[in-house]
T-cell receptor, first 111, second 115 residues
Framework: EDKVVQSPLSLVVHEGDTVTLNCSYE??????LLWYKQEKKAPTFLFML????IEKKSGRLSSILDKKELFSILNITATQTGDSAVYLC???????????FGAGTTVTVRA | DADVTQTPRNRITKTGKRIMLECSQT?????MYWYRQDPGLGLRLIYY???????NKGEISDGYSVSRQAQAKFSLSLESAIPNQTALYFC??????????????FGEGSRLTVL
């Protein structure tokens, strides 16, 4: 059975802290790993990763994939209250374009 | 206007009632999906469709049915709603660019409560 496991399930940090979120997976026909941010409504796309060791960056967010150890991390540096959200990890498959999601990590950034 | 529109946004109903959630998109995408989200469980795939003639079950299709009325429209039905179908439902789309980005585009969600 395919699995996408995120950790921690939730965390609380203060503004300026650095956050590291983890996503491990066990899936057949792996094609890609994606990160989404979900505030109070629809998830919004952050990154897609397909190759090991290549870091993707967008402002204070960065992510990297390890296809040998089957995990990805999402880093957020110098956190702001606007980073408070649920961060979702998803795996895409080679055969079709559906995604399987992890349970998400709830990040709360306090001022 | 949103590219992926879901109606209704909120619905409260009673056990045994038939419910339809509708999704329409203006992105011109072929692929459409229905997910449900429950606290602590993330997003789980109910059904997906790659074109009007192609419907596929996801991981939790029991108790649900779908109809792809047109390329732009994909509706989800609960024939006889039960309380454990209380959840937030998302419609999503993806296009051929998914080959490069894998990105899904989500609607705003439909919150369903079954009493």
């Amino acid at each position: 059975e395919d699995k996408v496991v995120q950790s921690p399930l939730s965390l609380v940090v203060h503004e300026g802290d650095t956050v590291t979120l983890n996503c491990s997976y066990e899936v057949t026909n792996f094609r890609s790993l994606l990160w989404y941010k979900q505030e109070k409504k629809a998830p919004t796309f952050l990154f897609m990763l397909t190759s090991s060791g290549i870091e993707k960056k967008s402002g204070r967010l960065s992510s990297i994939l390890d296809k040998k150890e089957l995990f990805s991390i999402l880093n957020i540096t110098a956190t702001q209250t606007g980073d408070s959200a649920v961060y979702l990890c998803a795996v895409g498959y080679l055969i079709d374009y559906k995604l399987s999601f992890g349970a998400g990590t709830t990040v709360t950034v306090r001022a | 206007d949103a590219d992926v529109t879901q109606t209704p946004r909120n619905r409260i109903t009673k056990t045994g009632k038939r419910i339809m959630l509708e999704c329409s998109q203006t992105k011109g995408h072929d692929r459409m999906y229905w997910y449900r989200q429950d606290p602590g469980l993330g997003l789980r795939l109910i059904y997906y469709s790659f074109d009007v003639k192609d419907i596929n079950k996801g991981e939790i299709s029991d108790g649900y049915s779908v109809s792809r009325q047109a390329q732009a429209k994909f509706s989800l039905s609960l024939e006889s709603a039960i309380p454990n179908q209380t959840a937030l439902y998302f419609c999503a789309t993806s296009g051929t660019s998914a080959r490069n980005t894998g990105e899904l585009f989500f609607g705003e969600g439909s919150r369903l409560t079954v009493l």
